[in-house]
């Protein structure tokens, strides 16, 4: 049976933006070169592989689908990051080629008069899928877009992470 691999991608968009400045060309995003200290990747304990940070080793098996979703340190509060290109470098035949996906969630949502009984929203939600086919390493980029509160766009860039597929 096929397993979720949840890869949760957590982006510093302030000190990106204070580091790299703004570029206003999608086409062209800035290179964010050591992304260790500013772009963190992790899943959960069971499927990962190694520590977490800006590369990953997850344990997965061929037909075990990939999903990365992204968020900024400030919760989305402050700034928001969003995927907007996937581009494999190498090992691209491990994996199928990933697409964006749409969904549309119920997120619970604090009640401040009943705190035990939260309501919920409907959201418009995403994020980027792909089946597993063989096990090795996938090397690839990941481009992304951040956004301030006011939702204007303050930058393109982009990372160069692997992943390591394993039994």
Not at 28 to 36: A, E, L
Not at 39 to 66: F, W
């Amino acid at each position: 049976m096929s397993e979720f691999i949840n890869v949760l991608i957590a982006i510093d968009a302030e000190t990106i933006l204070g580091r790299f400045g703004k570029n206003n060309d999608p086409n062209s995003p800035t290179s964010i070169p050591d992304s260790s200290n500013l772009i963190y990747m992790t899943t959960r304990q069971n499927q990962l592989g190694s520590t977490p940070g800006s590369e990953l080793t997850v344990n997965a098996s061929p037909m075990d689908i990939i999903r990365w979703r992204e968020t900024t340190l400030s919760l989305n509060s402050e700034y928001t990051g969003i995927l907007y290109r996937f581009n494999a470098l190498s090992g691209q035949n491990l994996i199928s080629s990933p697409i964006a996906r749409s969904v549309v969630l119920n997120e619970p949502l604090p009640n401040s008069q009943d705190p035990l009984n939260p309501s919920t929203q409907k959201i418009n939600s995403y994020y980027w899928e792909c089946e597993v086919l063989d096990t090795g390493t996938v090397t690839y980029n990941f481009s992304f877009m951040i956004l301030n509160h006011k939702g204007e766009k303050q930058g393109y860039y982009y990372w160069d992470p692997f992943i390591n597929i394993q039994p």
